[in-house]
């Protein structure tokens, strides 16, 4: 028999809680104990540490912690032994029992969601929960599950409540540091310093990361380079794109495949307003107490610099850079969709400061309000991102790509999700022989050395009339294909870029009625990415014409 000492709830200690490391959740799971909830469920993937937090907020509340899962039984060195309560339904059966429990308990169940399928632990669990059998005048032995994943059955819904647990803070992360620096101290104290400058620059690249996956980041950093070395950061950004790859629903941007500024034509007027934001990240601005801006809306058709622009954002912010796969948040299973879609928003939120890139989203978004054949999740799931875009206070800085207009629902762009909506029209003969050339400095050839004057470079401009920024790239690349073919050698005359002009067939050619859809919405709602063409005015301009 298991005993405990009996004791009335006592009110939270502010010094007790001061030592907790995530105040809100300890706030609130003290909130919830105290209010004697039955059933409570915690989805994340740290369970030694949720636990540790855990086992402080019931300290405090008096109450003891005992944790089951189907290998051990519960941890109580009376009961370890016996096969019996290693069966989940046994071990829900026992907390009713007097006889086997007395007191106040935790009970943390691990991984109790996998055995939902069973009807007979839904129904031990709904008896349990609605008849106050756990918690009540005699005893409090609230069960509080924790599982990686949010996978509650639809009939134990209405008899569980979710906690949220959240991802390491900076103070937190700081004494992961420290803990690694000093596994090495002892041995050579040497490598093992590290100045605060460095300190603050790990920290702020491992937000994001569990407490695991964090110190074991930075083992591998000391490994690699010996030390507590700047070089650090980089590997620590490396280590962090393969984590995030396991979420399946968030890739990392790698700062080298990202596009200079002086490599990005046409996009003028978003620079200037992007620059303007970029002081919000200021010290001054922080002083000021200045919003943080929540982002933007690139709209056009298909080839005309959105994604590229959207990762060359990260840069000239200076954050790190996440795609959101909207498509992979959906599963198979009841309740996994909206679980992902939570975990991942849980995830960019803890890094403090990043640019989250939604690519295409009317692909996955498009008729999101009018969604029938799956039983709402697709509502769901577009319900949560909303309200995150709205409620969002943190650093991050939202980027949604889109291709069309048809069936967006109204709310996606309205006012407060985010601060402006640019339209990307097809590019201006200027901008066209711009795009071109930084395709062929890209590839290493001498712009000088192709020997094309004004009226050839008109001449191509009128071949290239109506041709997106990618099919300008493809017209470069045939015309080195030929030139190789030709010439063997990479540099293309006039005439292969004119031949390579006339293989293409433009998106505006083969679907004009898009193009004009896109416009019609754009105006009065959406501002263009580059200054309008003016009379007698040079330069570099893209000219958004919606009126034609």
């Not at 790990?202 to 700047?230: I, Q």
Request: with cysteine; hydrophobic share 35%; charged share 25%.
């Amino acid at each position: 028999m298991a005993k405990a000492k009996q004791n009335q709830n006592a009110a939270p200690d502010p010094t007790t809680l001061g030592e907790i490391e995530d105040i809100e959740f300890a706030g609130q799971l003290d909130e919830h104990l105290r209010a004697g909830y039955q059933t409570l469920y915690i989805p994340t993937s740290e369970e030694s540490r949720v636990e540790t937090e855990i086992t402080k907020v019931a300290a405090n509340l008096k109450m003891g912690v005992i944790t089951w899962d189907c290998f051990e039984g519960f941890s109580l060195e009376s009961l370890r032994s016996q096969d019996k309560y290693k069966s989940p339904i046994a071990a829900l059966e026992a907390l009713a029992d007097d006889s086997m429990f007395q007191g106040h308990q935790v009970f943390v169940f691990r991984d109790l969601d996998d055995y939902f399928v069973d009807v007979n632990v839904r129904r031990r669990i709904r008896s349990l929960a609605e008849g106050n059998r756990l918690v009540n005048k005699r005893h409090k032995r609230p069960v509080i599950i924790v599982s990686p994943t949010l996978n509650i059955h639809p009939k134990l819904k209405a008899s569980i409540s979710v906690l949220e647990f959240n991802l390491p803070s900076e103070e937190k992360l700081r004494r992961t540091v420290e803990f690694v620096r000093q596994s090495i101290e002892s041995r050579d104290p040497t490598r093992a310093q590290v100045d605060d400058e460095l300190r603050e620059q790990l920290v702020g690249n491992l937000l994001g990361l569990t407490s695991n996956e964090a110190e074991n980041c930075l083992s591998r950093c000391l490994v690699k380079h010996s030390g507590f070395k700047s070089a650090m950061v980089n590997t620590i950004k490396e280590e962090k794109a393969a984590i995030v790859k396991k979420s399946e629903c968030l890739t990392y941007i790698p700062e080298e495949t990202i596009a200079a500024e002086n490599e990005i034509g046409g996009f003028d007027q978003y620079m200037t307003w992007l620059n303007r934001r970029k002081l919000a990240y200021s010290p001054a601005a922080r002083e000021h107490n200045i919003d943080y801006p929540k982002g933007v809306v690139l709209l056009g058709i298909p080839g005309t610099g959105k994604s590229m622009v959207a990762k060359a954002t990260c840069q000239l912010l200076g954050l790190p850079g996440y795609i959101l796969d909207i498509g992979a948040l959906f599963g198979s299973m009841v309740g996994e969709s909206e679980g992902r879609t939570r975990d991942v928003l849980k995830q960019i939120d803890a890094q403090k400061g990043c640019v989250l890139v939604i690519d295409e989203a009317d692909k996955a978004l498009g008729n999101a309000h009018d969604s029938q054949g799956d039983s709402g999740v697709t509502k769901r799931v577009f319900g949560t991102i909303l309200t995150w875009l709205a409620e969002n206070q943190s650093k991050t800085f939202t980027i949604m790509t889109l291709n069309r207009t048809k069936g967006l629902p109204p709310e996606l762009l309205r006012a407060g999700r985010f601060d402006a909506l640019f339209y990307t029209d097809l590019p201006t003969d200027p901008e066209r022989r711009h795009i071109m050339e930084i395709h062929l400095a890209k590839r290493k050839v001498d712009i000088n050395s192709l020997g094309l004057d004004d009226n050839d470079w008109k001449e191509i401009c009128s071949k290239t009339q109506g041709f997106v920024g990618s099919e300008i790239e493809e017209v470069v690349r045939e015309a080195r294909y030929l030139a190789l073919e030709q010439h063997q050698n990479g540099t293309p005359t006039f005439d292969q870029i004119i031949e390579a002009a006339g293989g293409i067939v433009p998106l505006t050619q083969r679907d004009p009625e898009g193009m004009q859809q896109i416009r019609e919405y754009c105006k009065d709602k959406a501002r263009p990415v580059s200054t309008p063409a003016q009379a007698g005015r040079g330069g570099r301009t893209r000219a958004v014409n919606l009126d034609s």
